[in-house]
């Protein structure tokens, strides 16, 4: 099982991004899936997660910015990213738990907000 993960980049302050996750391989049962993230010298931290009933979850510092999405057909997850700031620059990791609780973790894609 992979999780890919696109859609990082580089943007000013006030900037949006989209980014996507795709899992692909033999996949049981997605339940929860989820976005984490990185930044230089912190510890990873939960951004988002949605359940498979699409319920969803956010930290509270990216309230009101950022939706998270999901296409179960497709075991996909999307985060929108509205309105960014320098202090939302990191490593954005998705992470999805099989219904027998397997962890799978996607490679990363940076984002990068520029101030």
């Known amino acids: 099982v992979q999780l890919q993960a696109s859609g990082g980049g580089l943007v000013q302050t006030g900037g949006s991004l989209r980014l996507s996750c795709a899992a692909s391989?033999?996949?049981?049962?997605?339940?929860?899936m989820s976005w984490f993230r990185q930044a230089p010298g912190k510890q990873r931290e939960l951004v988002a997660s949605?359940?498979?009933?699409?319920?969803?979850n956010y930290v509270d510092s990216v309230k009101g910015r950022f939706t998270i999405s999901r296409d179960n057909a497709k075991n996909a997850v999307c985060l929108q990213m509205n309105s960014l700031k320098p202090e939302d620059t990191a490593v954005y990791y998705c992470?999805?738990?099989?219904?027998?609780?397997?962890?799978?973790w996607g490679q990363g894609t940076q984002v990068t907000v520029s101030s």
């Open positions: 992470k999805a738990i099989e219904s027998r609780n397997t962890v799978y």
């Open positions: 949605i359940t498979s009933g699409g319920y969803p």
């Open positions: 391989g033999n996949i049981f049962n997605i339940n929860s």
